[in-house]
């Protein structure tokens, strides 16, 4: 298993489709994280996850939901999304600072690709 | 706020040779973290350099070594002995060091290409 897995790889859905995103660390890792790629666009720290709670919501709209059940799975529930809202979205986890993590050492996904026709 | 500015969008290089892609950042903070992340074509983003602010010597990492330039709030990446694995876009970062988690600032990237 890599460390950081997401599924799918690639999403096609409808405006009005509601689809869930998953993410899955093997790494042992207390925080988890979601990411925005969109094309020449810096990457977007959407959301951020500590020991499976939510330390940050970077001002993400509504139709983009988290879900933390625990430390090792991290989940994106989309609906009623947007065109612009197709966008490579990565997952990533790291060592929290209290457990000697090193910083800045992110482990990422390779993505999922999410088209929104 | 903070950013960070990568003003090179794409960038080529011929195997063997030495190449320097350019970060800027603006911040107001004293104290703070920069990276270099690398994400090959179809793979993961990985973590190549890492910069703590408060240490004046550049860091290394075999081929790769930064010119951190604090007064002029520049970190730029020299990648000596260029290898066709090192092609793959490259990402400077900034996090500031109070941060309770990792909470990077991305640049919007430099693709890099080397040339067999």
């Known amino acids: 298993e890599t460390g950081v897995t997401q599924t799918p790889r690639h999403l096609v859905m409808g405006m009005t489709n509601k689809k869930s995103l998953k993410c899955e660390q093997h790494l042992g890792h207390n925080a988890m994280y979601w990411y925005k790629q969109s094309a020449k666009k810096p990457l977007e720290l959407m959301f951020v996850y500590n020991f499976k709670e939510q330390t940050e919501n970077n001002s993400v709209p509504s139709r983009f939901s988290p879900e933390c059940p625990n430390s090792s799975h991290l989940f994106l529930h989309l609906h009623t999304l947007q065109p612009e809202d197709s966008a490579l979205y990565l997952c990533?986890?790291?060592?929290?600072?209290?457990?000697?993590?090193?910083?800045?050492?992110?482990?990422f996904g390779e993505g999922s690709r999410l088209t929104v026709l | 706020a903070q950013t960070v500015t990568q003003s090179q969008p794409e960038m080529s290089v011929q195997e063997a040779e030495t190449v320097t892609l350019s970060c800027t950042y603006d911040?107001?903070?004293?104290?703070?973290?920069l990276f270099w992340y690398k994400q090959p074509p179809s793979r993961q983003m990985i973590l190549v350099i890492r910069?703590?602010?408060?240490?004046?010597q550049n860091a290394t990492e075999n081929r790769f070594s930064v010119n951190f330039q604090k007064a002029a709030k520049s970190f730029s990446l020299k990648i000596s002995d260029s290898q066709l694995g090192d092609t793959a876009m490259y990402f400077c970062a900034f996090m500031k060091l109070k941060d309770s988690s990792y909470k990077l600032i991305f640049g919007s990237g430099t693709r890099l290409l080397v040339r067999p």
């Open positions: 990533a986890s790291s060592q929290d600072l209290t457990s000697g993590g090193a910083y800045g050492e992110l482990f």
């Open positions: 910069q703590e602010a408060y240490k004046q």
């Open positions: 911040t107001s903070e004293s104290n703070y973290y």
